[in-house]
């Protein structure tokens, strides 16, 4: 039997971000079609997860306009919706799922839409993605005084 991952989630007008908080996956495999129906399945450390979700609305098929990118802790998909507009909720039933919560990172309000970073593909080149660096949580901060010349 497999396990269901977190799945962190947010919206913009045009498009949906799906986050898979799955550290290590492998053997992942993803569909999604014209009606909304998003399916998963990976393994990690020797055991099978997978979930399907039956989207609020349709969104344009997987070759065209969905993007993924995989990193070390977690799986993003970017999904473009089929209709620009702002859905009530992730999925078409109102029923409550414990692994689906808001991706408080990425979401964005209507009304902040126009300030947000452009609504460009930013978030797959992988200066937001932060797993994949080796600084060990470190911030480098530059010596002040030697910056003023002191």
């Not at 609305?57 to 919706?81: A, F, H, W, Y």
Request: contains cysteine; negative net charge.
């Amino acid at each position: 039997m497999s396990r269901q991952p977190e799945v962190l989630w947010a919206q913009r007008s045009e498009k949906i971000y799906l986050t898979v908080s799955l550290p290590d996956a492998t053997d992942v495999a993803l569909k999604t079609e014209p009606n909304g129906h998003f399916t998963f399945s990976a393994v990690a450390h020797g055991e099978p997860f997978s979930f399907t979700l039956e989207l609020f609305d349709s969104v344009l098929p997987e070759g065209s306009k969905t993007k993924t990118k995989m990193g070390l802790r977690n799986i993003i998909c970017k999904i473009q919706k089929e209709k620009k507009g702002w859905w009530k909720r992730l999925l078409k039933s109102e029923e409550k799922h414990p692994y689906i919560k808001v991706d408080w990172n990425k979401w964005c309000d209507e009304d902040e839409e126009s300030e947000a970073s452009g609504d460009s593909d930013d978030d797959f080149d992988g200066a937001n993605e932060g797993d994949e660096s080796d600084d060990d949580g470190m911030l480098y901060l530059p010596d002040l005084e030697k910056l003023r010349g002191k």
